[in-house]
């Protein structure tokens, strides 16, 4: 419900205003490398450098919920 992730939100005010620079500075880096890289080589390695990323999150995460 809205009152409900007002009061999460609320409650977590610094943390969240702290994500959403690091966002804001993301959505800034992707912008410079569409407007400085027409060939789009700079936004290819950065989105493999994410999915390596997301992957290896996702191992941690098979890992810890399917433990060998």
Do not use: C
């Amino acid at each position: 419900t809205p009152s409900m992730w007002r009061e999460i939100i609320s409650g977590n005010r610094k943390e969240v205003l702290l994500a959403l620079d690091a966002l804001a500075g993301q959505i800034e880096e992707i912008k410079q490398m569409l407007t400085k890289d027409p060939s789009g080589q700079a936004l290819e390695s950065y989105l493999t450098r994410a999915r390596t990323i997301r992957k290896h999150f996702q191992e941690i995460i098979d890992n810890t919920a399917n433990p060998k």
